[in-house]
């Protein structure tokens, strides 16, 4: 999957939506705040089959504004605007 990641810079308002398709009908959370850091990170999977049985995966940071800090996990069902 290739990300903008521009939109991704610290201290932008963002709007993220993800998606989980199903059978019958598709479940979705939206989550709205400031970002405070993109990376891809690895993590440990016995089926990736990757580099060292790592897979990478997009992380968002963003802070809502009540204060939570929240890591988004973004795959290609996942939509992030600006906000």
Request: proline fraction near 2%.
């Amino acid at each position: 999957m290739a990300l903008e990641t521009t939109a991704f810079a610290p201290g932008t308002r963002v709007r993220v939506t993800q998606q989980i398709p199903a059978v019958r009908r598709t479940a979705s959370t939206t989550v709205e705040g400031t970002v405070v850091r993109y990376r891809q990170s690895k993590t440990g999977s016995w089926f990736a089959h990757g580099l060292h049985d790592k897979l990478w995966l997009d992380r968002l940071e963003l802070r809502k504004d009540d204060g939570e800090v929240v890591v988004l996990n973004l795959d290609q069902y996942s939509v992030v605007q600006s906000a």
